[in-house]
């Protein structure tokens, strides 16, 4: 009977392989949270602009003889500050995603490497 061997495995290797892996995480969990709390600051200071105004506009200081079009212009105008700031967002959640993504996906090609040599 042939004896059972065991294929080299070397410890030290696979804990930075482990140790890698997890720093990539928290790189990519860190980029997500940065780009959240940019989002979350942009939309503070969007809701905070717009309830000054209002709270402005409750206080009655505004002008009683503006006419309604201006009235509407001005709603229009918070309108589309409203979608540009969601615009904003979107575009920084994207770019953050696909940093995340990148960082992910290239500690993932590290993997296979490193899971070559060590099983070499």
Same mark, same amino acid.
């Given at each position: 009977m042939k004896p059972l061997t065991l294929p080299n495995f070397d410890m030290d290797s696979f804990v930075a392989l482990t140790k890698a892996n997890m720093d990539a995480l928290m790189k990519a969990q860190t980029v997500m949270a940065e780009a959240c709390q940019a989002a979350a600051k942009?939309?503070? &200071?969007?809701? #905070? =602009?717009? *309830?000054? $105004? /209002? $709270?402005?506009?409750? #206080?009655g200081k505004f002008a009683m003889e503006k006419k309604? =079009?201006?009235?509407?212009? +001005?709603?229009k105008a918070a309108a589309e500050k409203a979608v540009s700031v969601a615009q904003m $967002? *979107? +575009?920084? &959640? /994207?770019?953050? $995603?696909?940093? #995340?993504?990148d960082l992910l996906t290239k500690r993932a090609q590290a993997n296979v490497n490193e899971l070559q040599k060590l099983s070499a």
């Open positions: 942009m939309q503070y &200071g969007f809701m #905070a =602009e717009y *309830v000054d $105004q /209002m $709270q402005a506009m409750a #206080a309604p =079009e201006a009235y509407m212009a +001005d709603m $967002q *979107v +575009d920084l &959640g /994207m770019k953050a $995603q696909a940093e #995340a993504m």
